[in-house]
């Protein structure tokens, strides 16, 4: 039986432990994970949570003449769109007698069974059962008493996003700064890249605004051995730089926002705002600024949702923002934004790792570069890890009793409690009650804190006074956006730029 833990806060170092040289036998047994967080089966606290709000499940162009078989949230499903264009989610096995729906046969409306033909419309609702002729009575009544379960879902650019929990409790959609993008020339591009763990690693991969610091930073390279744009984030070196962070819960303790300051140079200081949502989503900043320009008030590059798959697999799902208004640099390429492959960071995916593909063969995704086959992968990967290779190798459902946390770490373990108060419902507010309530109340339409910001901010005379400097601008960037919360659209947009206008010049005095 796995043994609890509760990791919500830092542990106490004021008085160091004892450190035993070539101690690995004290330290040799692997305590179990924490499944209070880590599982998400139906009835598990976790799994509960997360059935009250929608998920992306699968790309829009998984469905085929052919249904597509899924798994989310440990339920093995199905997933079609039939022929008069409804999308259908099913449980993949027929109630009738248990056969995989993935064998069924696409209709005008709803799905046939290969076993019986029986045919489930995209409610689960049975519309038709085979029958002898002069039996019609019968197989109507029969049709009556059985139901195909089924989650309500929808298509949006790209993606298929499906409501797993009670059908009384279905929440708004939630419409982040309205559709998710904030100028005409950007656009949404769909994206699904599959993660051989469990999804808190994934997700808090996203809130430790760490570790690009050293996993993205080519001098840590192996002999300069990085494969394409893997490394210095596309070329933006200000992303190298040690953010100072400072972790703040938002929205009542629905979400936390992760600002970190970097130095740019001497006159210029980069401010990246990320905003982690309950329970999976995280909306981030420009990924490839170079801090060359000032900028106020740059909005989302990234969607993403971490969804599970089961407990020890998952996916990173969602858009990548692009055009000219968020890529100021140019540097996204939309034909390699797709699924099982991303524009940034190679790393981010398992192309390299074909080994770990399971029970999908490599063919099943896109063609890998001929001069990449005709090297070691798994060389390549050691010599230039990702942040797959650094997420997976903290084992399938990474042991949070073992880890030793600093500072820096703070955001993961902060997000972690938001999580656990939400689960166990010492934070009300964060409940799935409530948040349905605080969506109703912004008409399914809430702001985000995400923002990527370079502001003209002359370095402090001493190392202390840019220490309080930065901090001090971070935490007030933080608020302004916080103080902007009741407006929308151009309002609030220019309520923030004004804002941040005279924050930077307060410095200056």
């Not at 949230?73 to 009738?96: M, P, Q, T």
């Not at 006159?267 to 320009?293: C, K, M, W």
């Not at 208004?325 to 991303?342: A, F, L, P, Q, S």
Request: hydrophobic share 35%; aromatic share 10%.
């Amino acid at each position: 039986m796995d043994t609890k833990v509760d990791n919500t806060k830092l542990p106490d170092t004021s008085k160091p432990k004892k450190l035993i040289p070539y101690g690995g036998y004290f330290t040799s047994k692997t305590p179990g994970h924490d499944p209070e967080l880590t599982e998400t089966g139906p009835g598990t606290p976790m799994g509960e949570y997360m059935r009250s709000f929608w998920h992306p499940v699968c790309m829009s162009i998984e469905l085929g003449d052919t249904p597509k078989f899924i798994k989310i949230l440990n339920e093995e499903l199905v997933a079609f769109r039939d022929k008069s264009g409804a999308i259908g989610v099913l449980h993949a096995h027929c109630v009738h007698r248990g056969a995989s729906l993935e064998y069924g046969a696409i209709q005008e409306h709803g799905i046939r069974c290969c076993y019986h033909g029986m045919v489930f419309d995209v409610d689960g609702t049975c519309l038709h059962v085979p029958y002898p002729k002069g039996e019609e009575k019968e197989a109507a009544k029969f049709a009556c008493s059985i139901q195909q379960g089924a989650y309500k879902a929808f298509e949006r650019n790209g993606l298929v996003f499906a409501y797993m929990g009670s059908p009384e409790k279905e929440p708004p959609f939630p419409e982040w700064e309205s559709n998710f993008t904030v100028h005409a020339s950007d656009k949404l591009v769909p994206y699904s890249n599959f993660q051989h763990c469990n999804w808190l690693q994934v997700q808090d991969n996203a809130a430790d605004n760490y570790h690009p610091t050293a996993l993205h930073n080519s001098s840590n390279v192996v002999g300069e051995n990085y494969q394409g744009t893997t490394f210095n984030e596309v070329g933006a070196a200000s992303m190298e730089v040690a953010p100072d962070m400072q972790f703040i819960p938002i929205h009542e303790g629905r979400g936390l926002a992760c600002a970190g300051a970097r130095r740019v140079d001497k006159d210029r200081l980069f401010i990246r705002v990320q905003h982690q949502a309950l329970p999976n989503l995280s909306l981030h900043a420009y990924t490839s600024e170079d801090g060359a320009a000032k900028k106020l008030f740059s909005r989302f590059h990234i969607v993403r949702w971490t969804v599970p798959v089961d407990d020890e697999n998952s996916k990173m799902i969602g858009w990548r923002v692009m055009g000219p208004n968020i890529d100021t640099r140019g540097i996204g390429d939309e034909g390699m934004v797709g699924y099982e492959t991303i524009d940034f960071l190679e790393g981010q995916v398992a192309m390299r790792r074909p080994e770990r593909f399971g029970k999908y063969k490599l063919e099943d995704f896109p063609p890998i570069p001929t001069n990449h086959r005709e090297r070691d992968c798994y060389k390549d990967a050691q010599q230039a890890p990702g942040d797959y290779e650094a997420i997976i190798s903290q084992r399938p459902i990474a042991v949070h009793a073992l880890e030793n946390p600093t500072k820096f770490d703070a955001g993961v373990f902060m997000f972690r409690k938001l999580l656990r108060d939400a689960v166990r419902g010492t934070n009300p507010k964060a409940s799935a009650e409530h948040f349905y309530d605080w969506l109703q109340s912004v008409k399914g339409a809430p702001n985000s804190y995400c923002s990527g910001n370079v502001m003209e901010v002359a370095e402090g005379a001493t190392i202390e006074e840019e220490i309080a400097q930065r901090r001090q601008v971070t935490r007030k960037i933080v608020q302004i956006l916080t103080d902007s919360d009741n407006l929308k659209g151009d309002a609030r947009t220019q309520f923030v730029m004004e804002g941040f206008e005279a924050l930077e010049q307060s410095t200056k005095k």
